[in-house]
């Protein structure tokens, strides 16, 4: 059992950036795939972006060139740094360990 915290969300205007933690309870050195998924209101929970055990990095077509996901596995840590952000990045943000387990998710807002 792995529990996962999320920190770092709140409110931020158009343009602005934010940088999402997520610490694990236990090593995270074994887990492959370390994610960030988003859920928009009224939208279904998406995935925007993974880390594996490599360093290799995925991300959504949306976010590219925008966020990036990295990991510390000594402090059992995922990272998210936001930047540029858009009112369509507006959502609960939540990480995932190894599809597995999931935090309870921090909300971004980004005003207009």
């Known amino acids: 059992q792995v529990q996962l915290v999320e920190s770092g969300g709140g409110l931020v205007e158009d343009g602005g950036s934010l940088r999402l933690s997520c610490t694990a309870s236990a090593s995270i050195r074994a887990i492959h795939y370390m994610s960030w998924y988003r859920q928009a209101p009224g939208n279904q929970r998406e995935l925007i972006t993974h880390i594996d055990s490599a360093g290799s990095t995925y991300y959504i077509n949306s976010v590219k060139g925008r966020f990036t996901i990295s990991r510390d596995d000594d402090k059992n840590t995922v990272y998210l740094q936001m930047n540029n952000l858009k009112p369509e990045d507006t959502g609960v943000y939540y990480c995932?360990?190894?599809?597995?387990?999931w935090g309870k998710g921090t909300l971004v807002t980004v005003s207009s």
């Open positions: 995932n360990a190894g599809d597995l387990w």
